[in-house]
C-alpha cells in the first residue's frame, strides 16, 4: 500500500531538520529523507558558531545579520546544552581596518538585534593577562563582543528528535530517485540501504539537499539550466590548544577575510575557515595543502607562537550551498537564504532552498512554513520560537547551575564525563541513565568514557547506524582516540550490528 505524506523533505542537515520540525509541530504528516547520516556534510562541518556575521556588515547585509543576531538569543534559549555564550577578542592591527571602524562595526552590532542575554562590546588591552604572550607583542589593543558557540551536528540532530515526537517520520541511509509530478502531488520512490525500496507520495516536496539541491530539482524538471547555487568550500584546522581561557578570538587576514581561532574539544585550538570555489567534478571534499598553509599562516600572523602543518591534528571540510547572487569574489557571495517555489502540476509546490546559515535555520524554517501555508488550510501557526528543543529544558540557561544539580544526582560518575553528557544531551541524560546507579551500570567503556549504554542510546533514539556517526557527528571523540581506540569502536559496531 502506497503511503501518502503531506511533506516529502530530501535532506537531513540543519534546514531539512529544522522544516522538519516546524511542519511536524503544526500538524502535518511529514516525511525526511537522508541518503546518508544526519548533519553528515555540510551541517557538521561549520566553524561551530550561532553569530550575527560581523564581517557581513562590510557587505551591507544589514538584514541578514539583524535576523542572525535575534536568531542567536533565541537559539540560545532553546538549546543552553548544546549552545553557549562566548567571548570574541577582535585585535586592532595597524594597517588593515582602523580602529574607529572596527568599533563603528561592533556598536551595530551590538545594537541591531535588540541584544537582552548577552553582554556587549568592550575594549581590552591586549598586553595583560590572557593575551598577553600569547599574541604577536605588536598587538597592543582589541576589542571584545559576544557570540555564541554551538554542537553544529547535535543542533540538526535535536531538530530531527523534536520532528520525530512531533509525529514526523525520519529516514536515514534513504536516497530519494524518480520524483514524478502527479494530479495530487509528488510520486517519489525511497532507495534505503538494505536495498529494499517504497513507493511513495506526497502533497510537497521540500528540497533541502544542500550542494545537491540543483540536481534534485533538475530530475523532477527532466532538463538542465543554469545553476542557482554555488559551491564554496570552507576547511578548517585544528591543532593543540594554543591558549588558554574559554574566549576565542577573530583574526583579520590581509585578503580582508577574518579567521577564529576557538577553544575547542578541551584539549584543542579549531582555526579557521577558507572560502574556495568548489565544484562536483573537484571530487571528494577535503582540505587542500594550500588551504592548510593559508590558516597556518593567517594564525602565525596573530600568534606569538607559531605552528607548521605538523602540528595540525586534525581537519575537515564542507561545501557551502550558497545562492549564487554572481558577486566575483567566494567570501562576497551572500549568506542569506532564498526559497523558490515551483509547481510542476496544479496546487503542488515544489520547495528549493538555496544557501542559509546555522544561526538562521530556526526562521528559515518558519520562512518556508509561511510560504508554504496557503498549500495547507489546515496547517497551524507559527510555534517555533518559544519552544525548547529536546533536552533544552534546564531550568533556565544557566548550564552551571543545572550541572550542579546532576552532580549530585549522578555523584558516582567522573565529572568530566558527566559535564559532556551533560552537555551534549541535556535534560534527556536521564533517558541515557535509566536505571544505572555506577560505572558498572554503564557497560563497556571505551577511549575517552564512550560507555555502551550511550552507545545503545544513541542507537534507539538518535539513528546512529555505525562508528563514524558517534565518533564524527552525535559526539566529537573521533578527535580525541588513535586509529586502535576507533577501531576497537567499529569492531563492537561489527559484532553487535
Known amino acids: 500500500m502506497t503511503k501518502h505524506y503531506d511533506m516529502l523533505i530530501i535532506g537531513g542537515g540543519i534546514n531539512g531538520t529544522a522544516i522538519a520540525r516546524d511542519a511536524a509541530g503544526r500538524g502535518l504528516k511529514v516525511l525526511l529523507c537522508e541518503k546518508d547520516d544526519l548533519a553528515s556534510h555540510t551541517s557538521s562541518s561549520s566553524t561551530k558558531l550561532i553569530h550575527g556575521g560581523l564581517r557581513y556588515l562590510e557587505h551591507y547585509e544589514f538584514r541578514l545579520v539583524r535576523e542572525s543576531l535575534i536568531e542567536r538569543e533565541v537559539l540560545l534559549r532553546a538549546a543552553p546544552h548544546i549552545i553557549r555564550p562566548m567571548r570574541f577578542v577582535l585585535p586592532y592591527d595597524e594597517g588593515l581596518r582602523p580602529a574607529w571602524m572596527l568599533r563603528l562595526g561592533l556598536f551595530l552590532y551590538d545594537s541591531l538585534g535588540g541584544r537582552k542575554e548577552l553582554p556587549g562590546t568592550k575594549t581590552v588591552k591586549l598586553t595583560q593577562a590572557p593575551h598577553k604572550g600569547v599574541l604577536e607583542s605588536r598587538l597592543k589593543k582589541g576589542f571584545e563582543y559576544s557570540d555564541c558557540w554551538v554542537e553544529d551536528a547535535r543542533l540538526v540532530v535535536l531538530n530531527a528528535i523534536d520532528a520525530r515526537d512531533?509525529?514526523?517520520?525520519?529516514?536515514?541511509?534513504?536516497?530519494?530517485?524518480?520524483?514524478?509530478?502527479?494530479?495530487?502531488?509528488?510520486?517519489?520512490?525511497?532507495?534505503?540501504?538494505?536495498?529494499?525500496?517504497?513507493?511513495?507520495?506526497?502533497?510537497?516536496?521540500?528540497?533541502?539537499?544542500?550542494?545537491?539541491?540543483?540536481?534534485?530539482?533538475?530530475?523532477?524538471?527532466?532538463?538542465?539550466?543554469?545553476?542557482?547555487?554555488?559551491?564554496?568550500?570552507?576547511?578548517?584546522?585544528?591543532?593543540?590548544?594554543?591558549?588558554?581561557?574559554?574566549?576565542?578570538?577573530?583574526?583579520?587576514?590581509?585578503?580582508?577575510?577574518?579567521?577564529?581561532?576557538?577553544?575547542?574539544?578541551?584539549?584543542?585550538?579549531?582555526?579557521?575557515?577558507?572560502?574556495?570555489?568548489?565544484?562536483?567534478?573537484?571530487?571528494?571534499?577535503?582540505?587542500?595543502?594550500?588551504?592548510?598553509?593559508?590558516?597556518?599562516?593567517?594564525?602565525?600572523?596573530?600568534?606569538?607562537?607559531?605552528?607548521?602543518?605538523?602540528?595540525?591534528?586534525?581537519?575537515?571540510?564542507?561545501?557551502?550551498?550558497?545562492?549564487?547572487?554572481?558577486?566575483?569574489?567566494?567570501?562576497?557571495?551572500?549568506?542569506?537564504?532564498?526559497?523558490?517555489?515551483?509547481?510542476?502540476?496544479?496546487?503542488?509546490?515544489?520547495l528549493s532552498v538555496y544557501g542559509g546559515k546555522i544561526t538562521t535555520s530556526r526562521k528559515l524554517a518558519e520562512h518556508a512554513m509561511q510560504k508554504l501555508l496557503k498549500y495547507f488550510d489546515e496547517a497551524g501557526k507559527d510555534w517555533t520560537e518559544k519552544a525548547r528543543l529536546p533536552g533544552g529544558d534546564i531550568d533556565g540557561t544557566d548550564f552551571d547551575d543545572y550541572f550542579e544539580r546532576l552532580s549530585s544526582k549522578y555523584g558516582w560518575m567522573p565529572a568530566g564525563l558527566l559535564r559532556r553528557l551533560a552537555r551534549a544531551y541535556g535534560s534527556r541524560i536521564d533517558l541515557l541513565m535509566g536505571d544505572a546507579k555506577s560505572m558498572d551500570d554503564m557497560g563497556e567503556i571505551f577511549a575517552d568514557n564512550l560507555t555502551e549504554r550511550e552507545i545503545n542510546y544513541l542507537r534507539k533514539y538518535e539513528w546512529v547506524k555505525s562508528a563514524d556517526d558517534i565518533l564524527w557527528r552525535r559526539t566529537k571523540l573521533g578527535v580525541h582516540m588513535n586509529e586502535d581506540q576507533q577501531q576497537a569502536l567499529k569492531n563492537w559496531f561489527d559484532n553487535n550490528g
Open 166 to 350: 512531533k509525529g514526523a517520520e525520519v529516514q536515514t541511509e534513504a536516497y530519494v530517485s524518480d520524483i514524478v509530478p502527479i494530479k495530487e502531488g509528488y510520486q517519489a520512490k525511497l532507495n534505503r540501504s538494505d536495498k529494499n525500496h517504497e513507493i511513495i507520495t506526497a502533497k510537497c516536496v521540500v528540497n533541502t539537499a544542500g550542494p545537491w539541491v540543483d540536481e534534485v530539482l533538475m530530475g523532477v524538471k527532466g532538463q538542465s539550466n543554469q545553476s542557482s547555487v554555488r559551491l564554496v568550500k570552507g576547511s578548517h584546522i585544528v591543532t593543540k590548544r594554543l591558549f588558554e581561557g574559554d574566549h576565542a578570538y577573530i583574526f583579520q587576514n590581509q585578503d580582508n577575510r577574518i579567521i577564529f581561532a576557538i577553544p575547542y574539544e578541551r584539549n584543542f585550538t579549531l582555526i579557521g575557515t577558507t572560502d574556495v570555489p568548489y565544484t562536483h567534478a573537484d571530487g571528494p571534499v577535503k582540505i587542500s595543502q594550500d588551504e592548510i598553509n593559508y590558516l597556518v599562516s593567517a594564525a602565525n600572523e596573530y600568534f606569538e607562537h607559531d605552528i607548521t602543518s605538523d602540528d595540525v591534528a586534525w581537519t575537515y571540510s564542507g561545501v557551502r550551498p550558497l545562492y549564487d547572487d554572481k558577486a566575483k569574489n567566494a567570501s562576497a557571495v551572500t549568506r542569506d537564504y532564498v526559497l523558490n517555489i515551483d509547481e510542476f502540476t496544479d496546487g503542488a509546490p515544489f
